[in-house]
């Protein structure tokens, strides 16, 4: 090919898939095992019990050889049934595919309308539930961390508006974009299914996805009547208590997993979750000193995991990610359906640290310019302060 060799680390700077750390692709780089071996055994009797404790849970972790799209389908096809209602919240372009895709299901959702600028309301959700004398709903959706837009859903807050309407119904909560980057409880929350993926801030390749499952909704599963045997959580429970699985796993992404897992506990979760916010603080710093608007409008609601930034009326965001792409190496992530052209996003999630953050801040920047869109200097210059006041109270005092 006549390319030309790009020098350096690209910036992969969408919030999603992330950077694979290189003790993660060494610990990918293993020959094939057996997958119903005793080797393998081993290996999959351990990440399935240490998974459990990214998400915060004793329950089942459920692992699938698939995208994030597979365990969305997993979650409302085991629980739920034909004609089922489901009440749903329109957070931005992510809910909307699962909204979409519960239709297909032949699913009955109700879908609370919003901005796409801030998080679900969890009073919105207590009213819906609360009209429902009869019980009609199954099942509460919600995405924690909506990738589409930079906006966090309160799940504590969810859960408590479903106990104060006295209502039954599951709640399963979308955390694709927020697991092991942004605080996340599955027990303590009472939530009945977590949905995840490998490609955020687990920091693996795409190619896994999960499924967090209660006692609650494994009795609501007995009942369901959808069609499913891939994703079903029947089949993958008893082949998984002996550390294995009803059908090939992806082995390799596994071993990925196992050091995965122990890197966040190195560097320990709430150290994680810590580092996001300040990436995400930084980031926030820097688009106000450009004079540029962070999509999300209600500051309780911003991701740590990523920033969406609105351009200029007449500017095209997607025109600025391509000068920049083409001149720094740098990929943002694109404005998705009612958003497209108008907000590019600045992934901060995953294996990422305050260096890597500011240039990626300097991309952006020196894009803005090349790109004519309108905007101050500085940016990198606040977030250079933010991350200097970080690390100077982080100091210990003498
Ligand atoms: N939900 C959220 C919040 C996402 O960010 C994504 C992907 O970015 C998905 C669902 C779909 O996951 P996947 O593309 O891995 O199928």
């Not at 959706?141 to 909506?146: A, G, R, S, W």
């Not at 807050?157 to 605080?183: C, E, G």
Request: proline fraction near 6%; hydrophobic fraction near 45%.
């Amino acid at each position: 090919s006549n390319t030309a060799r790009v020098a350096g680390r690209h910036f992969l700077q969408i919030p999603g898939p992330t950077p694979v750390p290189d003790r993660i692709l060494r610990a990918m780089d293993m020959p094939v095992l057996d997958h119903r071996g005793p080797e393998f055994q081993k290996l999959g009797r351990r990440v399935l019990e240490n998974v459990k404790t990214v998400f915060k849970t004793r329950a089942p972790v459920i692992i699938y050889p698939a995208s994030g799209t597979g365990a969305w389908e997993a979650g409302l096809s085991n629980c739920l049934s034909p004609g089922d209602k489901v009440l749903m919240y329109e957070t931005g372009h992510f809910a909307t595919l699962w909204r979409n895709m519960a239709v297909k299901l032949a699913l009955d959702p109700v879908f609370i309308g919003s901005d796409w600028r801030q998080g679900a309301d969890p009073e919105a959700i207590g009213a819906a539930l609360a009209e429902d004398k009869a019980h009609a709903i199954k099942a509460v959706c919600v995405v924690h961390n909506e990738t589409s837009t930079g906006c966090v859903s309160p799940i504590a807050k969810v859960r408590k508006a479903i106990d104060q309407a006295n209502h039954p119904a599951l709640l399963l909560v979308d955390t694709i974009s927020s697991l092991a980057s942004i605080d996340y409880r599955h027990d303590e929350w009472g939530v009945d299914v977590t949905v995840a993926g490998s490609q955020k801030g687990l920091m693996l390749p795409p190619g896994l996805s999960f499924n967090a499952v209660s006692d609650k909704a494994l009795a609501a599963a007995k009942a369901s009547r959808s069609p499913k045997l891939f994703w079903s959580w029947e089949e993958m429970l008893p082949a998984n208590r002996a550390g294995y699985f009803p059908y090939t796993p992806a082995t390799n992404l596994l071993y990925g997993l196992d050091a995965a897992i122990d890197m966040l506990h190195e560097e320990g979760l709430e150290n994680v979750f810590a580092r996001h916010d300040r990436h995400a603080a930084a980031t926030r710093a820097a688009v106000e000193a450009w004079g540029l608007e962070v999509l999300c409008r209600v500051p309780e609601h911003y991701s740590s995991s990523l920033t969406a930034v609105l351009v200029p009326d007449g500017h095209d965001a997607d025109a600025f990610r391509a000068r920049a792409l083409e001149a720094f190496d740098i990929s943002l992530g694109t404005g998705l359906t009612k958003l497209a052209g108008k907000v590019f996003r600045i992934g901060h999630l995953g294996d990422t640290n305050d260096l890597t953050i500011l240039g990626a801040l300097a991309g952006v920047e020196m894009g803005l310019e090349l790109a004519g869109i309108p905007h101050k200097k500085g940016g990198v210059a606040a977030a250079m302060a933010h991350f200097t006041a970080a690390a100077r109270s982080a100091l210990p005092r003498a």
